[in-house]
Every structure is written in structure tokens, then in C-alpha cells.
């Protein structure tokens, strides 16, 4: 290994984890200095029965409480800027951002543009150094994303058909609420996606060139809980160990992508979203095993590490099959036909996959043929 020379690592939010622990949000509202809340959350959980779970834990300890459920799977710049709108209305509050990524991502945009009025969210660009947003405190409803650990959303614009980061460090959530219970009623092609993007962090962060000692040990606790109770949680998804289990590893994954950054996956995988609306865990996988061949040389040490992460033998092919049986196991991998893409579409992937920020992270850098290769062998 070279040298390690300087590092800086960010704080963290506080982590409170525990079944049942979304009891302790109005002393969570409280510990921020509030007695306000704007829930930030999507229909899926209304209809799940979460959102009037979490109000009826909120009323009673006397926080005054507003609803936005406008975010959609891939949240757009248009639902943001209707969430800030109402958020800027409510008044002074803390952001509770409830649901997977896509609302825990939007929260953070609107809680970004509350604190400032001018902006809209296609300025994501230029708000890395604007004004502070409301604190949030993020409480995810899947095992997936890990958004509760960082302060930036993806979200799309849809009027220039590509995803964009809009972050601001004071949108990073003050305190994340894992709660396993909040989990149970996951459907199982749900829990099946997300557990993929939380293996997909774990191992682009260990093959990623922003990696550190400190990465490394959060990315390999990760791969090792996710690929052991991913299978588990899908079978039977009332398993709460199981739950509890895979939301800590989605968690550690989240802590490991934050410090070093991603790769090609994910660069494909928000250009096959962008394109086709594809969930962002089904877009992984259908590239996650042909994305690990193409820097099977480069990443080759790494890759061995994800293996030994995941209880088999410690080598770089090893991972791949183990990639491979754990997608199988879960039924994730489709063809990009059967995700709604058609050939034409594919240079207009391939370009995005190459000029998307997280793809300069990934071990061996591709050029546009090499990812239009790529694409056409997953077609
Ligand atoms: N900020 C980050 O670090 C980061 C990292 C990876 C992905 N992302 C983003 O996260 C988004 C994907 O998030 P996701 O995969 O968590 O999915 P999601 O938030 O889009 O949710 C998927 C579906 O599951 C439903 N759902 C969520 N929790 C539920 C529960 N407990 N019970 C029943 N239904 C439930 C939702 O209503 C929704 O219909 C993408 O927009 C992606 O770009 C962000
Ligand atoms: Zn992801």
C-alpha cells in the first residue's frame, strides 16, 4: 500500500437504533431546540400505514406537525421546489425526512432551499455553499441507500434528462432514527432492490480510489451483514434480526460511500434511471457483475476483500460468483430491454455513465465505447 498521508474524516450524524425507537422522536425534535416538524415522506408510506404512525407519536408530545408525501421514487426538481414551498410556509421546524432514499434525498433539497428563498432546485450547482438549511433528522423506512449518513441528495431534472447532487453540509441529518420495525412491511422486490444498493456501496467503496482505512472498515462490516441476512429478509420479511441486521449494514454501507466515494455502477445505474425510470437498486444490478469483470485487474485486491466479506474464498472471481448467486437469490438482475431501454437510448447512457460524478471514483476509468460495450452485452 502507498503511503497514507492526510485524512479527513466528517462527523457523523447521532445514530439511535432499536426496534421501536421512532417512539423517541418528539424528545429527538426536542434535543435540535425545536417543537415544530415538517415531515417529508411519499404515498407509499401513507398507504403503509407509517406516516399516521409517526403523527400519532408526534401529537400527542404536543409538536406541531406538516405533511408534504408529493416525492416520488425518483424525486424531480419540481416536487422539491413544491416541498420547499410548503416548508418555507409552515415556518421555523425541523425537517423529518421519513421513507427510503427518494424522500430522505428530497428533504434534504427542500430543507436546503428554506434557507434559501431565491433558489430553486435545478440551481443544485451552485447551493454546495449557500446559506444553511433546517436540520433534519432522517428516519429511513428501507435498507438501502444510507442517504441518513450523507448531505446530499440525486434527484432528477427532468428537463435535462439527467440526475443532479444537491447538498449543503447543514442538510446532512443531525440524528439518524433506525428503526428495523419501520422496515417489516417492505415488500420483498423492495427489500430485494435496496439490499442490492446497500452490497453495490459496500463494494464499490472497498475497489474505490477514495478509499481509506476508515472506509475499508465500514464497507466490510457492510458487505459482510448484508450479503448474511439480505437472503433472510427477503424470504421472510417479519424476521426482525434479519431487519435489524440488514438496516445496521445499509447504515455502515452509507458511512463507507460517504468517506470514499463510488463508481461505474452507480454511474451506469443513475444513467439507466435517468433514461428509463428504472427503481435505483434494479438499475445496479443489471450491470453490478459486468461492471466488477470490466476492473476485475485493477480492483482485483479490493475484490478479494468484498470476498472475504462475504464468507467465501478471498479472491477476485470468487466475489463475482458470490455477486452473482446473492442477485439470483433475490431475483433482482433483468436485461436493459426489459427495463424499458431500447438500443438508441444507449450512447446517450453511456455518455451520461462516463461524465456522472461518482464515476471518477471507480478503479479502472472507462471511455464511452468501453461503457457502450457494456451496455449492449447487458441489453
Ligand atoms: N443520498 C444517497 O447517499 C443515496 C445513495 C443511493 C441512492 N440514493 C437515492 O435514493 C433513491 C432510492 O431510494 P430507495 O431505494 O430507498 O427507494 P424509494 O425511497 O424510492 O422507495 C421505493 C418504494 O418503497 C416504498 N417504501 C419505502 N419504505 C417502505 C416501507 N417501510 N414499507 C412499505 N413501502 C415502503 C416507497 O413508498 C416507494 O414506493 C434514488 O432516488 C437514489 O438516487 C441516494
Ligand atoms: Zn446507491
Known sequence: MSGVGSLSIEPTARVEFGPGVVQRLPEFVADLGFSRAFVVTDRGLRAAGIVDRVVKVLDPAGVETAVYEDISP????????????GAREFGSAVIIA?????????????????GNASSVAADADSLWDAAPGLPLIAVPTTSGTGAETNGFGVIEDAHACRKVYIGHSSVRPRIAVLDPELTLCLPARVTAATGIDALVHGVESL????????????????????????PTAYRDGSDLEARSQLML????????????GLGLVHGIGHAITAHTGTPHGIAL??????????????????YAE???????EPAADAAID??????????VRRPLRDL????????SMAAAAVADAVTKNTPRLPTEPEVLELLHNVY
Open 285 to 302: 444490478a443489471a450491470v453490478f457483475e459486468d461492471v466488477m469483470r470490466f476492473s476485475l485487474t485493477e480492483a482485483a485486491d479490493a
Open 340 to 347: 424499458g431501454a431500447t438500443t438508441d437510448l444507449l450512447p
Open 322 to 331: 458470490s455477486v452473482q448467486f446473492l442477485c439470483g437469490v433475490v431475483d
Open 207 to 230: 475497489a474505490s480510489r477514495g478509499a481509506n482505512a476508515f472506509s475499508r472498515a465500514y464497507a466490510f462490516q457492510a458487505v459482510s451483514l448484508v450479503s448474511r441476512w439480505l
Open 306 to 312: 468484498a470476498a472475504r466479506a462475504m464468507g467465501v
Open 249 to 260: 449494514g445499509a447504515h455502515l454501507a452509507g458511512r463507507a460511500l460517504t468517506i470514499s
Open 98 to 114: 421519513l421513507g427510503g432514499g427518494s424522500p430522505l434525498d428530497a428533504a434534504k433539497g427542500i430543507s436546503l432551499l428554506v
Open 74 to 85: 425518483n424525486p424531480s426538481t419540481v416536487e422539491i421546489d413544491r416541498g420547499a414551498a
